[in-house]
């Protein structure tokens, strides 16, 4: 069995040796321009259009992150770049769970019990008590309820704030009001204190944190975006900033990443800023998980996680 490896990060050393490790009956090469020769399977982060294209022969491509969108991005650029006998693959948490909980259950903490309003009097050197917000209406809303938002919705049940999700298709979780397609969209949106983006981007969702979609919640609402930068209309964001309709953003994907130094964002105080870093692909996780399922298919068996191209996730 023939694998490429391909990443744009300079670990692909380290990546080959575990796979090697996971795989031993394998042939595993890091794609270098050029490379042309039969492969079985390809296991990739955000590769260039001419390791993919023409590739027939190829069973499936296994994406090293949860989002698919960059190799989507390619396809819609130039169909017929995923060749047709391959299954996209996606990583379904492999670790990367429980890291998204951490991280928004920590935003929606701080502003729960005012922490950023703290850091900014501390900064002040200002002695003062905030009233706390009221948890009965400072209800949590979690756009995309698939591996990871059903996992962060489920982590903010035990806080007692009400939370809520949202969804395409129709989902049942104990102790989430869950919302379904967009004639309900309104509805899930409307009231929401705390907005947690964990869609998949697609042309569907693209700019769909936009200023209309934050016009239906709470006044003084909170963002917090860990899923795409291309889902959020950056200016729609200062401008419900400035107007005090969305009152801070804690934001970990931008539509330029890394993020350029005179980029309006690093001077508003109200944004936390992380670099996209919430829930990073865990290697000993993934070439575990990416292993397994070769495995699986090489007994010709189906697997999870299978992308379907036409949805966009
Ligand atoms: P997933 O399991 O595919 O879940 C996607 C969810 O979004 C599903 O609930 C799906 O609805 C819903 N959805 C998709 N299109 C929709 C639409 N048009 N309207 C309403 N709901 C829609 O994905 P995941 O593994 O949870 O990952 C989600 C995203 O997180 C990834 O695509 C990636 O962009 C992002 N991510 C970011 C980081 C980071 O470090 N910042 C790390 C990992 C992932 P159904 O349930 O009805 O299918
Ligand atoms: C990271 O952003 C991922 O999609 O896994």
């Not at 190799?71 to 990583?91: F, K, M, N, Y």
């Not at 890291?99 to 259950?105: G, S």
């Not at 996680?305 to 036409?310: F, L, M």
Request: charged share 20%; hydrophobic share 45%.
């Amino acid at each position: 069995m023939k694998i490429l490896f391909y990443t744009p990060q300079n670990d692909a050393a380290t990546w080959l040796h575990d796979f090697n490790r996971a795989l031993p009956e394998a042939e595993l090469r890091e794609w270098q321009a050029g490379d042309t020769a039969p492969a079985d399977f390809a296991i990739v982060w955000r590769p260039p259009r001419e390791m993919l294209a023409e590739r027939a022969g190829l069973r499936a491509i296994f994406n090293l992150g949860a989002g698919v969108d960059a190799i989507l991005a390619l396809e819609r650029a130039h169909p017929g770049t995923l060749p047709r006998s391959a299954q996209l693959v996606r990583l379904e948490d492999s670790g990367m769970a429980p890291q998204m909980a951490e991280y928004v259950t920590h935003a929606v903490l701080r502003y729960l019990r005012r922490f950023d309003e703290y850091e900014s009097l501390q900064a002040q050197r200002r002695w003062k008590v905030l009233d706390p917000h009221p948890r009965d209406t400072f209800t949590v809303g979690v756009l995309g309820l698939g591996v990871l938002g059903t996992h962060v919705a489920r982590a903010l049940v035990p806080f007692g704030m009400p939370v809520r999700g949202y969804s395409r298709s129709a989902r049942q979780i104990d102790g989430v009001t869950t919302f379904a397609g967009e004639a309900q969209f309104e509805a899930f949106l409307s009231g929401v204190k705390v907005l947690v983006n964990l869609l998949p981007h697609t042309p569907d969702t693209h700019d769909v944190l936009n200023r209309r979609t934050f016009s239906k919640l709470a006044r003084g609402a909170y963002l917090i975006n860990v899923a795409r930068g291309a889902h959020l209309v950056e200016q729609d964001l200062l401008e419900a900033l400035a107007d005090g309709q969305i009152a801070a953003a804690t934001l970990d994907v931008f539509r330029e990443e890394p993020l350029p130094v005179d980029h309006l964002f690093w001077q508003e105080p109200r944004i936390t800023i992380t670099p996209h870093s919430s829930a990073q692909t865990l290697r000993e996780e993934s070439v575990a998980q990416v292993a397994q399922k070769i495995a699986a298919l090489m007994r010709g068996e189906a697997v999870s996680g299978v992308v379907d191209i036409a949805r966009g996730y």
